[in-house]
């Protein structure tokens, strides 16, 4: 797929970004109709974390209530869509990458690839880890607030959405490496800032964790904010290796700045101090 020169007409460049939004569009349309016919194995497995809070039909095998015969095919429709965004996430993130990359400098570039490659992995590694250990804590949580009460109905369009919307914000929640490496590297944030605000950072994460979680369970909360506070930690740390010498001319460059605020300081208050004698 190739990449568009650096300077283009406006009409270019947005035929361009149409181009790739139709490559995306078609990839996905492709991918979703393949998926629509697996979904019932597709559905079991994403059942499968939660199958014990779950009844079972005569095969064993995890059952779901639908209402109407339209919501059956609703969660359908959406389970493909699911598994097409998973399946085509190196597509669609390649496309947007390299409808930017004309915009980067040539010392710039060289993080493509690897950028290409980090995004797609950490996103898969968040579905997955929401998978193997939010889910059936989360759930066994949420099922246990019915006691004393009631039971509690497994509806298919509640409990499918519920897990998709788990999946895809712990997949884009661990996209957090990224964002820290290139704010260091861009020197939009230096890394001794971030550093060093490491209080305010975490209360950051905390709102996130609990805005971007779908239920109300402090259980999935912690657990997502455990998980990001992990990754903060790790891109910081990855960033201080790989970074060492753009790391090194930011704390210069910031040592420079606040030695001179001093100096000026120091000069307004020996002038100040002058004039009242």
Known sequence: MPIGPARMPLFDHLGELRMRLVRIVACLAIAVVIFYMATPTIGQFLLLPIAEFLPTDANGFASLQAIDPFEAFSVRFKISIWASIVACAPVILWQILAFFLPALKPSERKWFIPTFAAAVALFIFGTVFC?????????????????????????????????????????????????????????????????????????????????ATPDASPVTMLLMFAAMVALYEGSLLIARIVLAKRIKKQNAAIAEEEAAEAAEAKAAAKKKALKKK
């Open 131 to 211: 998978y193997a250990i939010i889910l059936n804590p989360a759930f066994q949580w949420l099922t246990d607030q019915a006691l004393g009460l009631g039971y509690v109905a497994p509806r298919m369009s509640s409990y499918v959405d519920i897990i998709i919307k788990f999946e895809i914000c712990f997949g884009f929640a661990f996209e957090l490496p990224l964002i820290i490496f290139y704010l260091v590297i861009f020197d939009v944030v230096p890394y001794k800032k971030l550093r060093g605000s490491w209080r305010t950072v975490y209360v950051v994460l905390m709102v996130v964790s609990a805005m």
